[in-house]
Nanobody, 123 residues
Framework: QVQLVESGGGLVQAGGSLRLSCAASGRTFSSYDMGWFRQAPGKEREFVAA????????YYVDSVKGRFTISRDNAKNMGYLQMNSLKPEDTAVYYC????????????????WGQGTQVTISS
């Protein structure tokens, strides 16, 4: 199995940027596809982006396309989510997740989750 720890959240003004990191330990990180999800208060967990284990194929929810970039460094066992042009509606707890199964945007397909990091965007 793999353990995931997110970092990099914080409070920024609308239009600003943040870079979230996901540190993986345990089984070889390159064995997993990785995803980022977010959950705002009172809402269900929402898919944000995913990246294949090779790092070549990525997939984004429409609301973040052109603003967010998912990446990974398998040599360092790290995943990243670069978030630019942030909006108040991006406010949520952000989670990284890993799966050895299908490349998916559904939270139920992911086997391992971090504890989350809070992102707050002020208007």
């Amino acid at each position: 199995q793999v353990q995931l720890v997110e970092s990099g959240g914080g409070l920024v003004q609308a239009g600003g940027s943040l870079r979230l990191s996901c540190a993986a330990s345990g089984r070889t990180f390159s064995s997993y596809d990785m995803g980022w999800f977010r959950q705002a208060p009172g809402k269900e967990r929402e898919f944000v982006a995913a990246i294949r284990r090779s790092g070549i194929i990525t997939y984004y929810v429409d609301s973040v396309k052109g603003r967010f970039t998912i990446s990974r460094d398998n040599a360092k066992n790290m995943g990243y989510l670069q978030m630019n042009s942030l909006k108040p509606e991006d406010t949520a707890v952000y989670y990284c997740a890993a799966t050895t199964g299908i490349f998916s945007s559904w939270p139920g397909d992911y086997d391992y989750w971090g504890q989350g990091t809070q992102v707050t965007i002020s208007s």
